[in-house]
């Protein structure tokens, strides 16, 4: 029964409580940017100093739980939104208050959650953002390409080569020396991933320089069993979490695929922002083991950045060192592809906008495309004789006449 005109009661919006809130969750973020604007200070004060412990220490008190508290926190805060909404719906339509009272109602709930939450991001992850480049840390610079330059073919057919071999013996190491294990590439049962890459990260740490709370043990990773789907129809094949410190990774991708998505992710654990930075790092990482499948993920993660340099100035001699791989390898491609295909559509590319735009936000180069100049860090990682430092069969071609014909 509808509530006449006169008896209708609007929820009273406290308009000078919301905007306190408002200002000072505007003041924290404008602090934020005036930090941003020193990258020395965040990575001295921030990065490596008291403010790192942060979101270590989040990653450690989450990574007790056997669930994603990510996943479970999402689901109650979705379950109280739509319970909001649907009493306020309900009301409106029984007429027992005004839409605009509603409105303008929950307009001030969402900045209130904004007001809070954005700050929150940035004190506990988001301020890494604001770091020197990982090509000026590691003083990779010299050896990155200028602007405009063309990369040598030779060179580039060299490395393109070197890793595809690599690759190969890999995946020979895993399936006992055959060209094809008829099967896609698995990680055995029963293997941990945590603590092999987690020890990886810890032999990184003085190799790139970086503090010791960059070897500090993170919290495990999660796969969330409920948003797997979820993630798959938005393309998302794992992301990390700062207001939990979860490096949360899709189950459902083949599993020698996901060792590489989760050193990436474990890469955010340790404040490495810039998804070009992440899949470096995460790469590093798998090199860094001598457990067969990890390393697997990384050569064949190395291989395909310089294959996709390569057939940037020469498609042709990139084909040709495609040809080169293994069928299994071949099969272990599809695989993941054939993953992914499934999942193409209006959402993919809702998730792929909504991610392009967070990180143009947050002024990473590219959005989206970002993910790719991991290829150029990698290319810098060699021409300063990176691989060096993990093993001599990693070290590639010393000339470019080194180069393996197809």
Request: charged share 20%.
């Amino acid at each position: 029964m509808a509530v006449p005109e006169e008896d209708r009661t609007d929820k009273p919006v406290a308009l000078w409580t919301h905007l306190a809130r408002w200002s000072v969750g505007g003041g924290l973020l404008l602090l934020v940017q005036g930090m941003f604007a020193d990258p020395a200070w965040v990575e001295a004060h921030y990065v490596r100093g008291l403010l790192g412990n942060i979101p270590w220490g989040l990653s450690w008190l989450t990574g007790w739980a056997p669930f994603s508290v990510a996943e479970v926190g999402l689901g109650i805060i979705l379950a109280i939104e739509v319970l909001l909404l649907l009493m306020a719906s309900s009301d409106v339509l029984a007429r027992k208050r005004r839409l605009g009272n509603a409105l303008w109602g929950g307009f001030a709930h969402l900045l209130d959650l904004a007001a809070f939450a954005l700050p929150l991001f940035y004190l506990v992850w988001g301020m890494s953002y604001g770091r020197p480049k990982a090509a000026e840390r590691l003083g990779y610079e010299p050896y990155l390409p200028v602007a405009g330059e063309q990369l040598p073919v030779d060179e580039l057919q060299a490395l393109a080569a070197w890793s595809v071999d690599r690759t190969n013996e890999a995946y020979r190491a895993i399936h006992g020396d055959v060209d094809d294990g008829l099967t896609v590439t698995e990680v055995p049962e029963g293997l941990d991933l945590h603590p092999i890459l987690e020890a990886s990260y810890a032999s990184m740490q003085a190799d790139l320089g970086e503090s010791d709370l960059f070897a500090r043990e993170r919290g495990p990773f999660k796969e969330p069993r409920v948003a797997g789907t979820v993630m798959s129809w938005f393309g998302i094949s794992g992301i990390y979490v700062p207001f939990t410190g979860e490096a949360t990774v899709n189950p459902l991708p083949p599993s020698w695929s996901r060792v590489h998505t989760t050193a990436h992710e474990k890469a955010h654990q340790r404040l490495v922002a810039s998804e070009d930075e992440a899949n470096f790092y995460g790469a590093l990482a798998c090199l860094y083991s001598d457990v067969p499948v990890v390393q697997y993920a990384g050569r064949h993660y190395v291989s395909w950045q310089f294959l996709r340099l390569l057939g940037q100035v020469d498609r042709e001699a990139a084909r040709a060192q495609w040809e080169r791989f293994l069928p299994g390898v071949h099969r272990d491609r599809e695989a993941v592809s054939a993953h992914w295909k499934q999942f193409e559509g209006p959402m993919e590319e809702a998730g792929t906008a909504i991610n392009d735009a967070y990180l143009k936000a947050h002024d990473v180069e590219g959005g989206v495309a970002s993910y790719g100049r991991a290829r150029l860090l990698l290319l810098a990682w060699v021409r300063s004789g990176g691989p060096a430092l993990i093993s001599e069969e990693m070290v590639p071609p010393t000339t470019l006449e080194a180069a393996v014909e197809p």
